[in-house]
C-alpha cells in the first residue's frame, strides 16, 4: 500500500475530519454501503419494471423460455427445431432455471444474472480488501456498481456478465496463487473454475481476455517461474471436467456446432467486417479501434473523473508510489485487455469492454482513496459529483421506463401484445416485416414474422383470427395487402395493429 493510503487507515478520527469533511473512515464507509443499497434498490426496480426489449435481451430471454418449454437443456433454440451455435449456454441455463423457480417473465429470466454481478462484486470486494484494505474495497465496489456497462449489464439477460464472473476468478485467482512461495491452492482451483465459467459462458474469448494481460505481465516483469504456482494438474482436470461435456453432448446433438462456433464466431467474426455467416443476424462492423471510444463510455460516469486525473498525471502516479508495481502493472494491463484484443476486431459491441471493468474500478478506488489521505478537496467533491450523477442517470431511465413506458415501444411490444390480447384474447399475433423476439416471448413463442407481402395475403385463408403488428415504415404496403377484412385497431408511434374482422 502507497503511505498515503496507509496512513488515511491509521491516522485518528480527529484528523481524518481535516480531509474528509468532518467525517471518519467509518462514516464514509457507511456512507457508501448506503449507496450501494440505493444502487440495488434502483436496479431491482428496473429488474420489474423494465420489458424485454429487441433484441439481444429478447431473444436470449425467449431461447430460455423454449429451453423450458422443449426441456431440452443441452441444445439452445433460436426457434423451433433450430439450434443457437452463437454462444455456449451457461447464461440461458441461469435465465432458464430463474424461471422455473419465479415464473417465466423479466424477474425470473434476469434474476440469477443479477447474482452473477453480485459474485463478480464478492470477489472484486474480497481481492481489494486482502490487498488494499476495507475502504479501498468498499470505494472500488461502488465505483464498479456505478458504472454505466456494469450497472446495465448487472441484470441484463446475455453472455456477458457470467463470462466476466469467470474472468474475474481467474484474474484475482491467478494473482493470489502466483504471491506465495507455494502457492494458494484454493484461488489456484478458483482460477481453473473461473476458466470453465468462461468457456461455458462465451467461449474461448474468456480465455484470450485472460490470457492477454497474464501473459504481459509474465512477460514485462520475466515472472515466467509464477506459472508453476497454480495446481495444473488437478486444475486443468476441474477445468475439462466442467465443460467438456457439455461441447462433446452439443455437437453430437447438433453436427456442425464446433466448426460453426469455433471457426465462424471467434474467427471470421473476429477478421471479416460486417460478417455475413452469422445465422442469426448480422456482423456489428465498426470502425477499427472504436473499442476504446466504447471503454470511455462504458467507465462512465467514472470517466470524467479519469479524465481530470489525466491533466495531472505525476499526481495521479504519486498514488501508486507506493503500491508493489506488479499489481498495479497487473491492474492496468487487466483493465486494456479487452481494447487490445478488439481494436484489429472487425465487428465490436460496447459489452465487449466489461471484464475490463473490475480492475479499472479498484484503480479508481486506489486513487480517490490516495486523494483524500492527502486532503484532496477537489478529489473529495468529484468522487461525490460522480456518483450523484449514476444515481440521478438511472433513477431517470427507471422512472422513465414505469411513468412513460410508450417511450420504449420502438424496442418492445410487450404493451402492443397485450392491447391486442386484451381485445381479442384468442388471436394470432404476427410482425411485419420483421420477426420479434419480445412479441415471441410475451405470446410464449406462437408470435410469427411475416417478412412478404405474400405473407400478409395469406392470412385471409388461414381460419383463425389474426393480429399484425406493423412497422410505420411499411404501413402502406401492409394496407394494400391486408385489405378489408383487418381493420386498424390502435395506431401507436412507431408501429399500427391491425385486427382482422369478423365476418
Known sequence: MS???????????????????????????????????????????????????????????????????????????????????????????????????????????????????????????????????????????????????????????????????????????????????????????????????????????????????????????????????????????????????????????????????????????????????????????????????????????WTLLLLSKVAQPKKSLDAFSGLARDRVLYLVLWTIAPMILFTPAANVLPAYVLPAVPAFALLVATVVVSDFGAGSKFAWSGFWVCIAVAIVFFATVTSLVKLSPETLEARTKDSLVSDVLSVAPDAAISTFPHRSFSAEFYTRGTASALPTEEDLRSLGNNRVTDAVIVHNSHLDTAKQSLGIHFSELRTYRRHTIFLEVSE
Not at 487507515?9 to 467509518?26: F, H, T
Not at 422455473?100 to 423479466?106: A, C, D, H, T
Not at 470486494?125 to 468498499?138: D, L, P
Not at 447438433?254 to 474467427?267: D, K
Request: charged share 15%.
Open 3 to 301: 503511505e498515503a493510503i496507509t496512513n488515511y487507515d491509521q491516522k485518528p478520527a480527529r484528523d481524518n475530519a481535516l480531509y474528509l469533511g468532518a467525517i471518519s473512515k467509518e462514516q464514509l464507509e457507511r456512507k457508501l454501503v448506503l449507496v450501494l443499497g440505493l444502487l440495488l434498490i434502483i436496479r431491482l426496480f428496473l429488474l420489474f419494471w423494465l420489458p424485454f426489449t429487441d433484441t439481444t435481451e429478447a431473444r436470449y430471454a425467449e431461447i430460455a423460455r423454449k429451453m423450458i418449454e422443449t426441456n431440452n437443456w443441452i441444445t439452445p433454440q433460436f426457434d423451433y427445431g433450430v439450434p443457437f451455435w452463437g454462444k455456449p449456454p451457461l447464461h440461458t441455463w441461469l435465465s432458464a432455471i430463474g424461471m422455473k423457480l419465479f415464473g417465466v417473465g423479466p424477474f425470473g429470466a434476469r434474476v440469477l444474472i443479477l447474482v452473477t454481478s453480485f459474485g463478480v462484486l464478492a470477489v472484486l470486494y474480497s481481492w481489494a480488501r486482502m490487498e488494499a484494505g476495507r475502504t479501498i474495497a468498499i470505494v472500488a465496489t461502488v465505483v464498479c456498481t456505478s458504472s454505466v456497462l456494469f450497472f446495465g449489464a448487472s441484470a441484463f439477460v446475455m453472455t456477458d456478465m457470467s463470462m466476466v464472473l469467470g474472468t474475474t476468478l481467474c484474474m484475482v485467482g491467478f494473482f493470489i496463487a502466483s504471491s506465495t512461495r507455494q502457492g494458494d491452492r484454493v484461488w489456484g482451483h478458483l482460477f481453473f473454475v473461473g476458466l470453465a465459467i468462461g468457456l461455458l459462458a462465451k467461449g474461448p474469448t474468456a480465455v484470450v481476455v485472460t490470457g492477454i494481460p497474464i501473459f504481459l505481465w509474465l512477460l514485462l516483469g520475466n515472472r515466467w517461474h509464477l506459472v508453476g504456482h497454480l495446481p495444473w494438474i488437478t486444475g486443468v482436470a476441474v477445468t475439462v471436467a466442467l465443460t467438456a461435456p457439455w461441447y462433446a453432448l452439443a455437437e453430437i446433438s447438433t453436427p456442425g456446432f464446433l466448426r460453426y462456433f469455433l471457426v465462424g464466431e471467434h474467427i471470421e467474426r473476429f477478421l471479416v467486417p460486417g460478417w455475413q455467416g452469422d445465422l442469426y443476424g448480422a456482423g456489428h462492423e465498426e470502425p477499427k479501434g472504436m473499442i476504446w471510444l466504447f471503454a470511455l463510455g462504458a467507465f462512465l460516469p
